[in-house]
């Protein structure tokens, strides 16, 4: 099985800090992917500069055979590579499916003249985004809350949206950071379960940054611990949690 996403020793620094130190890491098609690591360790900039927020310093990032690196997220975003983050950012005074249907790439109406002269191209193309917001909204168990205002949701339906928000762009990768967190346990499996839904419903990879362990291991197919700045373990979680580099570096151990 080949590799949907590779960084090759990915180097990024703020000043004299080396947040990532020669970073490679791989996430394979239709597969769950997890960092882990201490606060500080470096993961979430390697999220930053893989969706484009940081620009690197060294080293490269390829996604899909193509080499994307240091491109905006705009263009990362249309090239099918999408993230979310740890607190969800939907419009509070939007419904779920507004919410929904303004996350979707590629709206035809959005150009005044295809909307005035192609108006049979631009219906379509609403018709078909709807049709796929009530298929994630399904697939999430939103379908009830579909006309209710974000405002009005749980924390944990807000996360549920933010996912959902990710998935209108039709993406085949899409990067989490901390999708669990600040949720009841019961919640945060049902959360993974979702997931694990998606990635075999849609065929989606998923890269995941998350520090419960005890909920999310039994989720994801690859794990890597990562501790300032470099990767110090990777391979099966079973075999990475147990490894005894990562238990004295991250666990406490």
Known sequence: MGSYLRTHDLVKKFGG?????????????????????????GKTTLINVVSGVYKP?????????QDITGWPPHEIY????????????AFKKLTVMENLLVAARDHVGESPLV??????????????LEERAEKILELLDLEGV??????????GQMKLLEIGR?????????????????VNPRLAREIMDYIVA????????FLIVEHRLDIVLSYVDRVYAMHRGQVISEG??????????????????
């Open 78 to 89: 249309k090239a099918g590579l999408v993230r979310t983050f740890q607190i969800p950012a």
């Open 146 to 155: 579909k006309d209710k205002r974000a405002s009005e949701l749980s924390g």
């Open 236 to 253: 099966a979680p079973e075999e990475v949690v147990s490894d005894p580099v990562v238990v004295e570096a991250y666990l406490g151990g």
């Open 57 to 65: 310093d060294g080293g490269r990032v390829v996604f899909d055979e």
């Open 198 to 205: 998606l990635k075999e419903e849609l065929g989606l990879s």
């Open 115 to 128: 909307a005035l002269l192609k108006v049979k191209e631009w219906m379509k193309r609403e018709e078909e």
């Open 17 to 41: 800090l080396i947040a990532l130190n020669g970073v490679s890491i791989e996430v394979r098609p239709n597969t769950i992917t997890m960092l882990i690591g201490p606060n500080g360790s």
């Open 166 to 182: 990710s998935l209108m762009s039709e993406p085949r990768l899409v990067l989490m950071d901390e999708p669990v967190a600040g």
